[in-house]
């Protein structure tokens, strides 16, 4: 699964605007999403649970080479995470240095800056273990994992951990987002509840939300986290 650019998504904005919070668009607001999708009352819903894990990196791809690095981009963000949170001190503070190393990295793994070409879905394990060698972390493990169920994201979420995800659909379409956290919202009417990834989709510094509906049944998705 290759990369999508900032450029391209916004080649894809001016053949077709792209609305926030509607069907297919960028999520900014669970609340207003579930109204204008669900057709919930505002005053009917309530957030139950809000998971955020700290530290994990905020770097957009536009930061970097800005087309086809956004599992670059997302790698860049997790290592920030594990640095700063959980003591990987021999990864470098400077961007330069952090993503030079990824980069270089990338080019072994599939990723073409000249050819648009984004690091293939099916190299993400082997790809980021290869950076945490670089690093001197070869005993870290590195998982991949498909058509991962809700249960499994927010319990990994739960436990601190984040992840990379890669999506081969909608608005996200052969792309790469970090995962940080998650809110749940319930109908009070209904009792129904309705869950969002947060996300740094690196394409905007705001935080960003995916719905989970149906993220686990009818659509393909890769998970790769460190173990």
């Known amino acids: 699964m290759a990369s999508y650019s900032c450029q391209h998504l916004q080649k894809v904005i001016m053949k077709k605007p792209i609305s926030n919070n509607l069907r297919g668009g ?107 060698k670089d690093f001197g972390h070869s005993d870290k493990r590195v998982t991949a994992e498909y058509m991962v169920p809700a249960g499994r994201a927010t319990k990994l979420l739960d436990a601190g951990i984040p992840f990379l995800l890669s999506i081969a659909y909608g608005i996200y379409f052969n792309h790469t987002i970090t995962v940080y956290g998650y809110e749940t919202y319930r109908d009070k009417t209904t009792g129904r509840t309705y869950t969002f990834l947060i996300i740094n989709d690196e ?23 460190i173990v």
């Open 26 to 132: 960028l999520v900014t607001a669970p609340i207003l999403y579930l109204k204008n999708v669900k057709n919930i009352d505002e005053a009917s819903l309530e957030k139950i649970k809000s998971v955020v894990i700290d530290s994990v990196g905020k770097a957009l791809c536009e930061h970097f080479d800005n087309h086809s690095n956004c599992t670059l981009t997302g790698v860049y963000n997790l290592l920030s995470f594990y640095r700063d949170a959980e003591g990987f001190s021999d990864i470098p503070a400077q961007s330069d240095r952090l993503y030079g190393t990824i980069r270089k990295v990338g080019d072994r793994y599939g990723y073409n800056y000249e050819r648009e070409k984004g690091i293939p879905v099916y190299n993400n394990r082997r790809f980021l273990k290869a950076v945490l």
């Open 203 to 225: 394409w905007s510094a705001d935080r960003r939300y995916l719905p989970w509906t149906h993220l686990d049944r009818f659509r393909i998705t890769c998970l790769t986290r």
